[in-house]
């Protein structure tokens, strides 16, 4: 990865985008189209569809019809599996280029985008390749005369709605495993971020993936996202996003056809620093790319840092000068640290959650502000907050975006009660040297995963799902497989 191929992609023009509805390209039937504009200047950058309710009927009766031609369905696990594996092996041939594109579309910095979006998605794909012909059926301890087997059938229509900040990552999660499984999938990308997961589905497609097992239709939320949640024929629905628009997608199941479904919300994450950390100084640094690598737009952020009392000034101060000494800028330069905030109106929700806690009486350490505003594209300073207490707005609700609340607190008992005193639960993390308060607190936090003496990093191999209101479901491992099949019980009598 160099600097002139970087430059060299970043500066070709994208074509106007539209719908991908049983292996072919198509316009909305309405013609409607948004404007997409790079978050690194703010340019226009092409147009999506911008897809309606009927967009929505077609891709979900494309994927009926190809999941009941059972071409995909019901093939043999070696054909999902070889076309799985070709897919994974042409993410990783132009992982720059889709790395790019990305970047080009929602301001993720090059430096983690190349591993965090192609480089994950081509790990996923490959992954779940691997463990689908390896998912067997059980057969039941019962009596001689009976014989009762218990099988895994893909469940049908899958609809995917995935968010803006890692689409490409995200989007391969849903979508391999759900392919693997045999299931035809309706994909909605974010209508701030589509443009890799719309390359990734022409992937997919000269790939060998069969016509209409996989379908994408952009646009907006409440117009397509609406749609799919409200369809009677999508079987399950997974989704990665915010709490308030998984709220409406439990009354749209409600509403519909009882769709499962599996959410994957947000969080208000809580990295707890004991006294005795094994190194400060790594700490630090680790816990600052914690919350300010991809301008805190990562939902696993440890946004919430609750300190030891002893140690709470000069960690603070090492976490300042960490956010001061961060390299914020174009995304698309190798040695930038945090690119843009991937649109205006996030960068608006940053700004109003500063002005809130300058208010509520936060102690501004670093940043506090808009910056690079000359280039026309949307940057934050690292930002952090001494002397947020647990009632305060910082404290409590996810910003989502590179700002950093700093808590002291001065026992075991204290930290425990702070870092489970939200309602999200989705990630967290302790550093200590004593290997029982580690184990005590991974069991006590109440949290889908709890890193220790580092902060975040999880691979595919281990599930990434939400406690509480962070979510109900589990996104990669094998664990994941489960959202993806139904349980049949056959019982014969013999
Ligand atoms: P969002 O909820 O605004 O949008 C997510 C998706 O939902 C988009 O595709 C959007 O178009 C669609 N949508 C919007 N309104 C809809 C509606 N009425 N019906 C159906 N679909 C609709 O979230 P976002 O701003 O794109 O992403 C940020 C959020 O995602 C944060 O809360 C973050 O924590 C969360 N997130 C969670 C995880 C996780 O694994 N738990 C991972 C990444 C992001």
Redesign the pocket.
Known sequence: MDQANIDALAAAPVAAQGLFIDGAWRAAQSGAVMEVTSPIDGRKLTTIADAGAEDVEAAVASARRAFDKGTWSRAAPGYRKAVLLKIAAAIEAEALSLAVLGVRDNGTEISMAIKAEPGSAAATFRYYAEALDKVYGEVAPTAETVLGMILREPVGVVGA??????PLM?GAWKIAPALAMGNSVVL?????ASLSLLRLVEICAECGLPEGVLNVVT????V???A??LHSDVDVLV????????R??LE?SAKSNIKRLYL????KSPNVVFADAPDLKQAAKVSAAGIFRNSG????AGSRLLVERSIHEEFASLLAAEAKAMKVGNPLQLDTQAGAIASEM?LSKVSGFVETTLTEGGNLLAGGARILAETGGSYYAPTVFDAVTPEMTLSRD?V?GPVLAVTPFDTEEDALRMANGTEYG?AAAVWTSNLSRAHRMVRAIDAGVVHVNTYGGADNTVP???HRQ??NGH?KSLHALDKYVNLKTAWLQM
Do not use: M, R
Request: charged share 15%; with cysteine; proline share 4%.
């Open positions: 709605i995935v968010p803006w900040n890692f995200i909605k990308p974010s209508e701030v646009g907006q939320g409440a397509s996202g609406e799919l949640g989704f990665t996003g915010s709490g308030g628009v998984g409406k997608l749209y994957e919300l947000g969080g737009q990562v939902c696993v996030q996810e989502f989705l990434l799902g939400g962070s979510g996104d």
